[in-house]
């Protein structure tokens, strides 16, 4: 079961969203790499909707 | 009166950072109301109820981030948003001053950490469904924190995640300890040999502290939303959790932990563990025993005796001797409940609950359904109970702080307190309360001076009372451990030394409450 491997490996995390999560992985000693994320298409529904239909 | 804002395109920030700016802002002497947010249609909705949309305002979008101030005159309106953007430039140099480069998408962060396995999300619910689908899609773990994720996408994501073998834990899910990291809400408790499977966020947390405090510790804590054990998903991420940790060679007890699933969900739940040779314990807050203890597990009927059965069984031992145990506690609970209640005045008889943990909440409730009778919440189990105005108590009454209502706006109250602390001084000026009870969360990404925060309300609370010759319990639980970064022993000492009752668990809590309730709803004779 592969779901199972995951508890073999050290833990290693992508954070996308509140920074204070990262800081309590970075903090606990396990490797996290923020994103610095923002909303798709600068948040306008229509372009992120016409980007989807392309597969974008 | 003078209200004055700016508008920045093209700089996005957390809705916590810009809440925990706005919060020092309306904390400016002179400042009557602030705010800083993304440029968002409910955002836009709560400026223009507070009277802060202004009219460069109505044409913004999610991208766009808007500060605004509230004062006497234009000069401290101008200090306002000078403030807020010093504070901005402060948070992103924090975040720089890691010295990392941070990449613009998973993609990049992948080539980073080329191993990484898990994606932990937290960005606006109406993005982190194709956020996650994007995790997934690349083969990664997810823990998915949002809410407002529809429940068709859940359904999408978990079953992409079952067929895929990849853990999607949440919609709304809190927290999690997947092999000794903190995910999110965390606590800080050792690595042990019992695995928790919780689609309930402060149950997972309650227990795990439990565990923690009795000295032994967690394989894993896997957290999978509220929704998950509904009909529509149908225990998808429960039942994978039971499989994987049944499978994991360092667990050797499984625990339980939700409130009562949808009855096919629960025969699904139970079928899973029926012919599991690890032993199991359940706690199904407010569900039927029944069904678990027939398919072999322990039903426990709170989280306190959840965590304690669990504890024994991992080292071998008759968990038999807890309910002695427990028993012999009740009956100083009650010596020190009578005390209590001797002091106080005629009059005073109401519980009023004011909690940041839903579950915590809920367990309340339910004893005191058991015990006493239904009580008064905006979410209450008995339906006819169910709170007019939700800033209003009535009789007795538990509200969870936490739910979507109260947070509009503002921060989860394990992280900002103002509201409670309101709260607690508005509850002590009502000559019929008798007991204050609070829980007091401790972890990661909790705030992490509860106790300092919390202290100047207690206070003011109890002199309140003092000055109307009443005597007011303020009962207070604390989920966390000794090695929280906020320090369970620090927090605790704290909260006694302010006035209040500190008890072990919120189970405990609850028992010196409802025998307080007891004798003061019989005119305070016992």
Redesign the interface.
């Known amino acids: 079961?592969?779901?199972?491997e995951?508890?073999e490996?050290?833990?290693?995390?992508?954070?996308?969203?509140?920074?204070?999560?990262k800081e309590?992985?970075?903090?606990?000693e396990?490797?996290?790499?923020?994103?610095?994320?923002?909303?798709?298409a600068?948040?306008?529904e229509d372009v992120l909707a016409a980007l989807k239909a392309l597969g974008i | 009166m003078a209200v004055k804002g700016i508008k920045k395109t093209?700089e996005?920030f957390?809705?916590?950072?810009l809440m925990l700016v706005a919060r020092s802002l309306t904390e400016m002497e002179g400042v009557d109301d602030a705010a800083v947010v993304?440029g968002?249609e409910e955002n836009k909705q709560i400026l223009a109820a507070s009277g802060m949309l202004l009219d460069e305002f109505k044409d913004t979008?999610?991208?766009d981030l808007l500060i605004v101030g509230k004062a006497a005159d234009e000069a401290k309106t101008d200090e306002v948003i000078l403030k807020a953007e010093e504070l901005l430039i402060e948070s992103k140099q924090?975040?720089v001053s890691?010295g990392?480069h941070?990449?613009?998408?998973?993609e990049?962060?992948?080539e980073?950490?080329p191993?990484?396995?898990?994606?932990?999300?937290?960005?606006?619910g109406r993005?982190a469904g194709?956020?996650a689908m994007e995790?997934l899609e690349k083969g990664?773990?997810v823990m998915l924190?949002?809410d407002n994720v529809s429940i068709e996408r859940e359904k999408e994501l978990k079953e992409y995640g079952r067929e895929?073998?990849?853990?999607v834990m949440g919609p709304d899910c809190g927290t999690a300890i997947?092999?000794?990291?903190?995910?999110?809400f965390?606590n800080?408790v050792k690595r042990g040999n019992i695995g928790i499977v919780a689609a309930s966020g402060t149950g997972l947390q309650e227990i795990s502290c439990i565990i923690g405090n009795e000295g032994a510790g967690i394989?894993?804590a896997i957290g999978t939303g509220g929704r998950d054990v509904k009909e529509e998903i149908g225990g998808i991420m429960f039942i994978?959790g039971i499989?994987?940790l049944e499978?994991?060679a360092?667990t050797e007890v499984i625990v339980l932990v939700s409130k009562p699933p949808a009855p096919e969900v629960l025969e699904k739940v139970a079928a899973a563990i029926k012919d599991i040779k690890k032993p199991v314990v359940a706690i199904l807050i407010g569900g039927d025993p029944e069904v678990m203890d027939r398919a072999g597990a322990r039903a426990a009927g709170d989280l306190e005796r959840a965590g304690l059965i669990a504890v024994a069984l991992s080292r071998g031992e008759s968990p038999e001797g807890i309910a002695a145990k427990l028993d012999a506690r009740r009956k100083e609970i009650e010596k020190q409940a009578a005390e209590e209640a001797s002091q106080m005045k005629e009059g005073q008889k109401y519980l009023r609950g004011l909690f940041s943990g839903g579950t915590l909440c809920d367990e309340t409730q339910l004893m005191f359904k058991e015990e006493i009778g239904a009580v008064y919440s905006p979410a209450p189990i008995d339906p006819d109970f169910k709170l007019d105005d939700i800033w209003k108590s009535k009789e007795n009454t538990v509200v969870d702080l936490g739910e979507d209502e109260f947070t509009v706006g503002r921060p989860h109250p394990m992280i900002d307190f103002l509201l409670r602390k309101k709260r607690i001084v508005e509850e002590a000026k009502d000559p019929e309360t008798a007991v204050i009870l609070l829980d007091v969360v401790l972890g990661?990404?909790s705030n992490m001076e509860p106790g300092q925060e919390l202290a100047p309300a207690i206070k003011e609370a109890k002199e309140i009372a003092e000055k109307d010759g009443r005597h007011i319990a303020i009962v207070c639980s604390i989920t966390g451990t000794y090695k929280d970064?906020q320090n369970r022993k620090k927090v605790e000492k704290e909260l006694k030394a302010a006035g209040a009752i500190v008890m072990v668990t919120n189970a405990a809590a609850s028992l010196l409450t409802v025998e307080i309730i007891k004798i003061r709803s019989q005119g305070g004779k016992k």
């Open positions: 079961m592969i779901l199972n995951l508890f490996q050290e833990l290693k995390a992508i954070n996308v969203g509140l920074v204070s999560f309590a992985l970075d903090d606990a396990f490797k996290c790499v923020q994103v610095d994320w923002s909303p798709p600068g948040g306008d | 093209g996005y957390d809705s916590v950072t993304m968002t979008s999610d991208t924090k975040k890691a990392e941070q990449p613009k998408s998973i990049g962060a992948i980073q950490i191993d990484a396995n898990m994606v932990i999300i937290s960005v606006a993005y194709d956020v995790a990664l773990h924190f949002s895929k073998d990849l853990l997947i092999n000794g990291a903190p995910l999110c965390a800080v394989s894993q994978e499989k994987a499978a994991d360092a990661y990404g970064p």
